[in-house]
């Protein structure tokens, strides 16, 4: 890799090499905060975008990381049925706590703590999609089947 990563996206380039994931953080000049953002700054589909949210169980107060496509919106009471427990939106600062990450480049990987995770069946149907990387200007490549590995999250219908 020729550029310098900044810090946060350094941490997610290691954490995939030690997943032994051939996969390479890119830092783009344009933010990637939002899924529209991302899609434009990558020249992909928004659908293409894997975006990942924290919420809080309502009665665990535990993270949860919901990795969904960037066009859907997440149906917290689908959620709810497939976690077994109402969840709700966290904050900035539970975010932060929980991933080690800033709301606008969470990563699915080189997270704080270990959390329950969902992923989007949605993202399993295209050949190609792309994660924040820790910053709102970092991303990279993968394929649906990355994203179950080296989360190991449970797939279902999030939206």
Partial sequence: MTTELSPSAQRVQQALQKLGMPL?????PDSTRTAVEAAQAIGCQVQQIAKS???KG???????LIIAS?????NEKRVAELLGEPIEKANADFVLQHT???IGGIPPVGLAENMTTLI???LLQLNEIWAAAGTPHAVFRLI????EQMTGGRVGKVA
Wanted: proline share 7%; no cysteine; charged share 25%.
């Fill in 100 to 102: 080690g990450f800033a």
């Fill in 24 to 28: 390479e953080v890119v830092e783009l």
């Fill in 120 to 122: 989007d069946e949605d």
């Fill in 53 to 55: 949210l924290i919420f």
């Fill in 70 to 74: 960037g066009t859907n919106r997440v």
């Fill in 144 to 147: 649906p089947a990355n994203l």
């Fill in 58 to 64: 309502k009665h665990s107060g535990s993270p949860v």
